[in-house]
């Protein structure tokens, strides 16, 4: 019987198409495989030992930490720092950067930036949420501490990304830039198998996914385009369904599979749009357009935005081709 390839299996096929592969990358995903299996154990399990709801501790967005958001960002962290592939760590969950310094991790050639669990406001109402990764070659000198240079990086320079997706079934989706793969757990066995290769998404999708909670506050553009999805016109499949769960990983999941396009926009209340660019678009846009998928803020290439600051936010249009130029057409013709 023909099984299906497990995720490190995969990992060892394809080291080819890592121009560096020297076993590190192999290695710092293999080291998220295994925090993945604890996140999601513990997850699994958050209903039954009452380590569900806030911490009382906020993160440096002023959000309550959720407990689960802590022992995510814990769990990923020590598992990357034991395995030695990265110099150092950025988190959703820490105002500043983890500087690896000892001998060996001073030699490591990555930095990971992460949302160790993102769609926290769902956790405790059984909803799914997720993990989402990006890793970088540093810029620094090999032998150094890492700098704040090496996490401000434009997404172009990625050299892998990916999300875990905590759902009805645990998957795995990541990318080294030769297409995306994904990978669903099978708890029995405790393995990842090839479940999605080759993922692209569909150029036109009919799927919208956005806050229209917010829509007094948002750009005369994307109210232009929220109408015109919501217009009858058959010959286009209009009007569009609207999608939204509030997890970014489990909505761009959906909708990456289905298509469809994933909006969160600047707002009166949030200039800049809510959505982290080094952890949560970045990442999201690198798979995204390994998948023929479009990714921007509107206006301009997630991925050629110059990073500013660690925790900086974007405005974020991600999904389907078509449908992020037809929103990027709207936001070109109503510039406020
Ligand atoms: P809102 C979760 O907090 C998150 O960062 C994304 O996962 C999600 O898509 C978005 O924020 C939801 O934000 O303002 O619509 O509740």
Not at 101 to 116: C, E, F, K, T
Not at 142 to 169: M, R, W
Not at 196 to 223: A, L, Q
Request: hydrophobic fraction near 35%.
């Amino acid at each position: 019987m023909k099984r299906h390839t497990t995720l490190g299996e995969f990992i060892i096929e394809n080291q080819k198409d890592f121009p560096y592969a020297s076993g590190e990358l192999s290695a710092l995903l293999s080291s998220i495989r295994l925090a993945g299996k604890m996140v999601n154990q513990e997850i699994g399990k958050a209903g039954l030992v009452n380590i569900i709801g806030a911490s009382g501790i906020e993160n440096v967005q002023g959000e309550t930490q959720q407990k689960l958001d802590l022992l995510a960002h814990e769990l990923f962290t020590s598992t990357l720092r034991s395995r030695g592939e990265i110099a150092g760590l950025a988190s959703e969950e820490m105002e500043d950067f983890l500087v690896f310094n000892d001998d060996i991790h001073r030699r490591a050639r990555y930095v990971v930036l992460m949302d160790p669990l993102d769609g926290s406001s769902n956790i405790d109402v059984n909803i799914s949420v997720g993990t989402i990764f990006s890793v970088y070659r540093r810029i620094s000198p090999v032998g150094t501490p890492v700098t704040l240079q090496d996490f401000l990086q434009p997404g172009n320079q990625q050299v892998a990304a990916g999300y875990l997706a905590y759902g009805s079934s645990t998957i795995l989706v990541y990318t080294t830039g030769n297409g995306v793969n994904g990978f669903t757990f099978d708890p029995g066995i405790g393995s990842f198998f090839l479940s999605h290769p080759d993922m692209k998404v569909p150029e036109e999708g009919n799927i919208y996914s956005v806050n229209e909670g917010n829509y007094v506050h948002f750009p005369t553009g994307v109210k232009k385009y929220i109408k015109w999805c919501q217009d009858v016109d058959e010959s286009t499949n209009r009007p569009f369904t609207s999608r939204y769960i509030g997890s970014l990983v489990a909505d761009f999941h959906r909708n990456l599979l289905k298509g469809g396009i994933y909006i969160y926009p600047q707002g009166t209340k949030l200039p800049e749009g809510k959505l982290r660019l080094l952890y949560e678009c970045n990442p999201i846009a690198f798979i995204m357009e390994q998948a023929g998928g479009k990714a921007s803020d509107g206006h301009t290439r997630i991925m050629d935005l110059a990073p500013e600051a660690l925790h900086q936010r974007v405005p974020f249009f991600c999904g389907s081709k078509k449908m992020v130029e037809k929103a990027e057409d709207f936001m070109a013709q109503f510039t406020n």
